[in-house]
């Protein structure tokens, strides 16, 4: 089955810290690769794409089809990048869509 | 450009009635989304339409809960009767294509209390 995983429900660092939140995916075929963002109350959306390989602000993150993960990372937190963050793999197959993990909450303290 | 409209944005009910959300997406997009967001959860997908027709909606409880996209632009979400456990946010995202990119549009949500 199709399956993503965040282990880490909550992940707390400090101001100027390296951040990575985790992420592996079971997928079959050749997911494409998403991190979803919810701020504050601001709605969902989309930080990175695998495909892009870009930085968004200063988020990378690597797809690793050995270990299957697609980890988020960032080398220096700041403090607005506290948010609820999502993985999604994108089924690349005849029936698109998005599978959802259940989100890693970042808490950045100053 | 606007963004994907949703309304109600909070809504109160008793267990047993009924409750409708409504959802317009970004102009130009095919595809519309309901998603059921429960506290600590990711986004479940309820249903999927491209255009006025229904993709996929294997998720969808269709004893109780029922959507449709008539013109192909604006879409409702009805869930009758509600449980408790129907209470969440829900979702509504559109895409351009069939979400080829990946990149959905979401709305604010509409919380849903079922007390």
């Known amino acids: 089955a199709q399956r993503v995983t965040q282990p880490e429900k909550l992940l707390s660092v400090f101001k100027g810290a390296p951040v990575e939140l985790k992420c592996n995916y079971s997928?079959?075929?050749?997911?494409?690769l998403f991190w979803y963002v919810q701020y504050s109350r601001q709605r969902l959306q989309l930080l990175l794409r695998?495909?892009?390989?870009?930085s968004i602000k200063g988020f990378t993150a690597d797809l690793n089809k050995g270990e299957t993960s697609f980890h988020l990372k960032k080398p220096f937190a700041q403090e607005e990048d506290s948010a609820m963050y999502y993985c999604?793999?994108?089924?690349?197959?005849?029936?698109?869509?998005?599978?959802w993990g259940l989100g890693t909450s970042l808490a950045v303290n100053p | 450009e606007a963004g994907v409209a949703q309304s109600p944005r909070y809504k109160i009910i008793e267990k047993r009635q009924s409750v409708a959300f409504w959802c317009n997406p970004i102009s130009g997009h095919a595809t519309l989304y309901w998603y059921q967001q429960i506290l600590g959860q990711g986004p479940k997908l309820l249903i999927q339409?491209?255009?006025?027709?229904?993709?996929?909606d294997s998720q969808l409880p269709k004893d109780r809960f029922s959507a449709e996209r008539l013109k192909g632009v604006d879409s409702t979400l009805k869930i009758q009767p509600a449980k408790l456990e129907d209470s969440a946010v829900y979702l509504c995202?559109?895409?351009f294509g069939q979400g080829i990119t990946g990149e959905l549009f979401f709305g604010e949500g509409s919380r849903l209390t079922v007390l």
């Open positions: 695998h495909i892009s390989r870009e």
């Open positions: 997928y079959s075929g050749s997911p494409e």
């Open positions: 995202a559109s895409s």
């Open positions: 999604a793999p994108h089924n690349a197959g005849n029936n698109r869509k998005l599978i």
């Open positions: 339409f491209q255009n006025n027709g229904v993709v996929d």
